[in-house]
């Protein structure tokens, strides 16, 4: 398996922003994982792993680490009874058709996450009411120590969280199902993917949700609408007009430009409502917010 050097990472990214990374890597079997978890080790090395980056802010002087993109039999999927079985690396759109193809329904609100089943462990991903920890039944997380199957409460899995760290690598998941007629999986997935299509920038450079949604009768999105965000400007990044919860990239925009529009919006978040939002956007790299 190649160890690639310097490999820009924007391109790994749906906002389509950010550096290189130290070294780059594509395992597609638990074998070249472990290959490559060791390299790290040897090298003294700090590992992450990106899915589709649909959920990532990667930052723009790089990152120092081996940065991981699972492919072959790590991103492949399929059915065993009511099991749906992915390896991290499985888009979620491809993990959906699979489920609808042996008749399996629970799985239709990932059509709404672009991502990969990894990814979705990393951050308990959900929408329209359903979640990973609502269908997982365990996961193999390999870490330079070894591979071990984990349980949803062993994942430490609540709202958009888990307890993973980098240098864990979600390498295969298995999702309890439930039997359903294809057509209506069909019909329910039509459903949700027109109404995230009717609020939703799904046409732009985004990295989907900025912040999560608070404790408050407002979501994240409502909150900075009525802060008077929608369509701020700051470089090449604007808070969306469609939706306030989502930054696109409109004119060659730089990550500096997103974490810039992420700190104005929880400074007025903080002011008009007294509320400190949290990103649910995952950060690669040096970068934080300032404080409030």
């Given at each position: 398996?190649?160890?690639e050097?310097?490999?820009?990472?924007?391109?790994?990214?749906?906002?389509?922003?950010?550096?290189?990374?130290?070294?780059?890597?594509?395992?597609?079997?638990?074998?070249?994982?472990?290959?490559?978890?060791?390299?790290?080790?040897?090298?003294?090395?700090s590992?992450?792993?990106v899915?589709?980056?649909?959920?990532?802010?990667?930052?723009?002087?790089?990152?120092?680490?081996?940065?991981?993109?699972?492919?072959?039999?790590?991103?492949?999927?399929?059915?065993?009874?009511?099991?749906?079985?992915?390896?991290?690396?499985?888009?979620?759109?491809?993990?959906?058709?699979?489920?609808?193809?042996?008749?399996?329904?629970?799985?239709?609100?990932?059509?709404?996450?672009?991502?990969?089943?990894?990814?979705?462990?990393?951050?308990?991903?959900?929408?329209?009411?359903?979640?990973?920890?609502?269908?997982?039944?365990?996961?193999?997380?390999?870490?330079?120590?070894?591979?071990?199957?984990?349980?949803?409460?062993?994942?430490?899995?609540r709202?958009?969280?888990?307890?993973?760290?980098?240098g864990?690598?979600?390498?295969?998941?298995?999702?309890?199902?439930?039997?359903?007629?294809?057509?209506?999986?069909?019909?329910?997935?039509?459903?949700?993917?027109?109404?995230?299509?009717?609020?939703?920038?799904?046409?732009?450079?985004?990295?989907?949700?900025?912040?999560?949604?608070?404790?408050?009768?407002?979501?994240?999105?409502?909150?900075?609408?009525?802060?008077?965000?929608?369509?701020?400007?700051?470089?090449?990044?604007?808070?969306?007009?469609?939706?306030?919860?989502?930054?696109?990239?409109?004119?060659?925009?730089?990550?500096?430009?997103?974490?810039?529009?992420?700190?104005?919006?929880r400074r007025?978040?903080?002011?008009?409502?007294?509320?400190?939002?949290?990103?649910?956007?995952?950060f690669?790299?040096?970068?934080?917010?300032?404080?409030?």
């Amino acid at each position: 398996m190649k160890i690639e050097q310097g490999v820009a990472l924007a391109r790994f990214t749906t906002i389509g922003t950010g550096g290189p990374a130290r070294a780059f890597a594509r395992p597609g079997s638990l074998d070249q994982l472990a290959e490559a978890l060791a390299w790290a080790r040897a090298n003294d090395v700090s590992v992450a792993t990106v899915g589709l980056g649909s959920n990532l802010l990667v930052a723009d002087d790089g990152v120092d680490s081996l940065v991981l993109k699972l492919g072959g039999d790590l991103a492949a999927a399929r059915t065993e009874d009511d099991l749906l079985v992915a390896g991290g690396g499985a888009v979620n759109a491809v993990c959906l058709h699979r489920a609808r193809a042996a008749g399996l329904g629970g799985f239709e609100f990932a059509c709404a996450i672009p991502g990969t089943v990894g990814g979705g462990v990393w951050m308990n991903a959900g929408a329209y009411g359903g979640d990973w920890a609502g269908v997982l039944v365990r996961a193999l997380v390999v870490d330079s120590d070894g591979a071990h199957w984990r349980t949803p409460d062993q994942l430490g899995l609540r709202y958009r969280h888990s307890d993973l760290r980098h240098g864990e690598v979600v390498a295969s998941v298995e999702f309890q199902l439930e039997p359903r007629p294809g057509d209506e999986i069909k019909a329910i997935v039509a459903d949700l993917q027109q109404q995230r299509k009717a609020a939703q920038p799904t046409n732009k450079r985004t990295y989907g949700s900025v912040f999560k949604n608070p404790d408050h009768e407002l979501t994240a999105g409502r909150m900075l609408e009525a802060c008077g965000l929608r369509g701020y400007r700051i470089g090449g990044a604007q808070i969306s007009p469609r939706h306030a919860n989502f930054i696109e990239n409109v004119d060659g925009a730089r990550t500096n430009d997103a974490v810039a529009l992420m700190a104005e919006a929880r400074r007025r978040a903080r002011d008009q409502f007294g509320v400190e939002l949290e990103h649910e956007v995952e950060f690669l790299g040096p970068l934080e917010l300032p404080p409030l």
